[in-house]
Structures are given as C-alpha cells and as structure tokens.
C-alpha cells in the first residue's frame, strides 16, 4: 500500500481517489451540499432523490456516500450486498434527530387508519414505520397521487409539510420537526437583499420558513432549483438554501449571478449546514484506502424500510 505524506496536496489526493476508485470498482456519490473540492471528484452529484436513484442502479462494489448520516442509511437499504461507507459518521442532520423512532411510532400509534408519510431526512427506524418515503423533489407529486380523502401523517419536517398542504390543499397532520439550516433564515434579511437586488429572482428550498416559501419565485429541492435558473432568463438569484448549491449553480449557468443568503443570525453572508461540511477530501481518500467508516442497517429495520422507499421510487 502506497504511504500517505503527512500532509498531502489536494492534487495528490485527487490521484489517489481516482487510482483507489478504479482499484475498489466505486463510486463516489455527493449531495449539493457538499464542499466544492468534493462535488469536483464525485462520479455523481444530485439531490437526495437522484443519490437514492443512483444508488438502486449503480453496479459499483463500493458506494462512498458525500453527504449524511442518512443518506449512507438510504443507499444501504437500497443495496445491502454492497459496502457504503461514509467519509465521516459524524455527519448526522438536525431534521432526522428532530423525530425520535420511539416517540414518532407512538404519534403513529395515536392515529390509526393514517397514512404515514416521511420524508428521506429521517433514520431507518423512522422510515420503518412509514408507509410512504419521500425527498423534497417528489413530496408533492406522491401526495396528489393518493386520494383526496386519505388522512396522512407527514413528518418530521414541518416546513416542507406546510408547503406540501398548500400546494395541495391537504390538511395532513405534520410532526414538528425542522432543519437548522433552514429554519434560520429570515424573511427580513432576503428583503433587504431584494431592495439591493431588485432584479434578483428569489429561489427558495421547501424547508424554510412559510414566509419565505410565500415571497420566492421558485419553492423546489436543490435540484429543482437548480433547473428552474438553467432555464430561466433572470440574470440574478437570491439562493435560500444551504450555499453549496451555488457550485453547481455558477458550473451550470456562468452568465448568472447567485448571491447566497444569510442566516438570521450570522454575520456571515451565506448559510451552511456544519455536518455536510464535515466531509474532506482527505477523509474521502482514508474511507477508500481503508474501507471504513461502513454504514450498516439493522438486517429487520433495513427490511421494513426498503418497502417505503421503494413505494417512493415506483411513485416518482
Ligand atoms: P434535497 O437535495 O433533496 O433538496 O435535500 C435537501 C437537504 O436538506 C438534504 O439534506
Ligand atoms: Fe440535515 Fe439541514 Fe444539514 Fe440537510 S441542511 S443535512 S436537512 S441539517
């Protein structure tokens, strides 16, 4: 095995992924979110509903999975015969630890005869007592694909259940659960931007704030964002979501111009979610050298939460 410098180059980095790649037949997938040096290396970069896609086809042997907690657990579930690793297990998400299994199957519980919807952001317990998963992207569309008298529960993002009754006109029951992120940016502070960018279209992610949701010019998952700029013919965005998005956002449309926005609370002029930042190159380089961290599901749990997710994947 080839030694590691103590403090190796990106460029040297960079080698090593791509030779350890090929060697181990893996594929490196990354969210949006993900830092910039990451998204550049990975094989394939998307949204929490492409990454899930992605790794239900891939023929790869090794998934190493740029994003959190979750997502690792999702690909697992989808491929258990393959190894998942994660370049840090620390990379967790605010929104799935905001919906304890244990309470969350008790409010299932409490509400016989409901349809429990859950969305991707949640652990593989969560999802085993689901009925149906779903991410950001395709939230609505599944819920107008059951019928308009059947009662839900939506959990745990209470932001993105709001937007999906208002869209849908569906009084579903939602878990009162946020991302970090999201839930911190401000109506006041994107209004101040537009009065000094009045050009500026505003994007906004579905797990912000209601007013947020009501003023934007678009309300999409990442991915939806980023196709509503590619074609649209505004020359500015005021981007309210997590600011690694802005990568593939400025690779996609050069011409454009995509101002991050701040968080209520920062002096800091874009909004990051600390975990998803976690990741490394070098940490990439260490989980393919040496095969860990492997992300690994209870055999019983991961069962019951392959059946919502693939209902997801036939629904969308
Ligand atoms: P999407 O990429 O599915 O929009 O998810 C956003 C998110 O918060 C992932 O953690
Ligand atoms: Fe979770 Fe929010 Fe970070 Fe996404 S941005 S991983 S929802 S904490």
Redesign the pocket.
Known sequence: MKSTPANPSDEWLRQEIARLKKEKNALIMA???QRDEIQEIADFIG???ALARQAAKTDADVIVMCG?HFMGETAKILCPGKTVLIPDTEAG?S?ADSCDPVEFENFVKEHPGYTVISY??TSAAVKANTDIVV???NARDIVEKLPADEKIIFGPDRNLGEYINSVTGRDMLLWNGA?HV?DRFSIEKIAEMKKEHPEAKILV?P?CRRPLQLIADKVG???ALLDFAAKDDAPEYIVVT?SGILFEMRNKCPQKTFLAAPAEDSECQCNQ?EY?KLNTLRKVYEALRDGKPEINVDPIVAEKALRPIERMLRMS
Do not use: I, P, W
């Open positions: 969210h949006y979110y949204d929490s509903l959190v998400c929104l991707v952001n991410t950001s992207g991302c999201h992610h797990e998952s990442t991915a997590e979610c998803m």
